[in-house]
């Protein structure tokens, strides 16, 4: 007769939809029942989608099988299913088969932008969302590195570039577009021009949302992102020095210029996990984005602590969520991402995503500097206060002259 080692033994043949790894690996199997020759499994998902529920039920079943057991059950918890998306979304959208796009910006390099983005858009996957991870750092993308795609160069069909596939995720970098340790010295157009081609030139799928790893600072690339697509969350990405918060506050006063939902903030070295005993210490500070995050009416989605495995898998191409997502970064990134697509859903649902408010007002090839570009600003000007131009408008609509 088998017991409950054997079950479990069997489960580790049963892989999770869309990964290599195992129920079991992943801390998915939460109880086995053993009941007789009956046994009952209980097993917790991290995706909403029936599709899966319905493959681990059949895929379990069907190992057990062979045991010779008698009535096999499977319970399976999971997520709320997401609601349906409204259509309220305005303004400019140049990669619309994009559901919802996520901005995931810092006020200064070096806090772990990056380590989030390719974490919370796993995350996000393991969710059972489709997701899309898009490198635009221009200046310094690593996530070919963290994700394992460190010098694969990309698919080209017609004009469009394929975006590769790892971890259940779409995901395309600057840094495979160019030569490896080539330094980019641009600004401005040259900016705007490669933010704008990453989202159309790449074949990006039917996504539920792409995670924009931003470069740092509040830029050109932002506002260029921004004007293109209509950003469903923002992300700010810092740590608890007071330095790292001063820089916090400006991206966040530009999610709020740029009419961007924020999502929350992400405090990153929040804490040292000791690898040998697991106990935590605030080496840094910790909680000290609270009041930042009540300041700019947000929240605190994820408090990350330094991890030795994070460094590892960010170094190896092996994100901590899906290698280890039982670890205590693992299980706040998860949770991080679920408080992210509430957030998304929320914003959906009262339709503030858009815009239509930071779209350029100058007529294309004019500079708002020319003298053509300074009388189309005054005539706008002019119109917006009612007057006619020539002497001066009351403010109430008329121009206050004879004709």
């Known amino acids: ?146 994700v394992g795609l460190e010098g694969v160069e990309p698919e080209i069909v017609g004009q469009k570039v394929i975006p590769f596939k790892a971890y259940g995720i779409e995901v395309m970098s600057m840094g495979s577009l160019i030569d490896q340790g080539q330094a980019l010295m641009w600004r401005g157009a040259m900016v705007m021009k490669a933010i704008t081609q990453l989202l159309q030139d790449i074949a990006w799928g039917e996504l539920d949302c792409l995670v924009i790893d931003m470069p740092p600072g509040t830029g050109d690339a932002q506002l260029t992102l921004a004007q293109s697509v209509p950003v469903a969350a923002g992300v700010n990405v810092t740590t608890p020095q ?68 994070i460094r590892v898998g960010g170094d190896d191409g092996k994100p901590i969520v899906y290698f280890y997502p039982d670890s205590a970064s693992g299980k706040r990134y998860l949770a991080a991402a679920e408080a992210l697509w509430q957030n998304i859903e929320k914003s959906n649902e009262e339709g503030t995503i858009g815009n239509e408010a930071i779209q350029p007002t100058m007529p294309a090839g004019v500079s708002a500097c020319s003298t053509q570009g300074q009388a ?18 009351d403010g109430q609509g008329g121009c206050g002259c004879s004709h």
């Open 1 to 146: 007769m088998a017991n409950i080692a054997d079950i479990n033994e069997k489960l580790k043949s049963v892989t999770y939809p869309g990964f290599t790894k195992s129920i079991v690996d992943f801390g998915f199997v939460k109880d086995i029942d053993l009941n007789g020759n009956d046994v009952t499994v209980t097993v917790d998902i991290t995706s909403s989608a029936p599709e899966v529920e319905q493959s681990i039920k059949e895929d379990i079943t069907k190992e057990l099988k062979v045991l010779g057991l008698g009535t096999i059950q499977v319970i399976i918890t999971k997520p709320a299913a997401p609601k349906q998306q409204s259509n309220s979304t305005s303004g400019k959208n140049i990669a619309p088969q994009v559901k919802n796009f996520i901005m995931v910006s810092s006020g200064k390099g070096g806090v772990g932008k990056s380590t989030t983005s390719v974490n919370l858009a796993i995350a996000l996957a393991m969710q059972g969302k489709k997701v899309g991870l898009l490198d635009a750092d221009i200046y310094g993308p690593n996530i070919p590195r963290m």
């Open 242 to 309: 007071h330095v790292a918060l001063d820089d916090s506050r400006r991206s966040l006063d530009m999610f709020k210029k740029l009419h961007i939902p924020v999502a929350g903030i992400v405090e990153n070295m929040s804490g040292f996990v000791c690898p040998k005993c697991g106990e935590e210490s605030d080496i840094f500070g910790a909680g000290t984005c609270d009041d930042l995050a009540k300041e700019y009416n947000t929240q605190v989605i994820a408090n990350i602590p330094i991890e030795p495995s």
């Open 376 to 393: 189309h600003q005054a005539a706008q000007k002019q119109a917006s206060s009612g007057g006619c131009g020539s002497h001066g408008g």
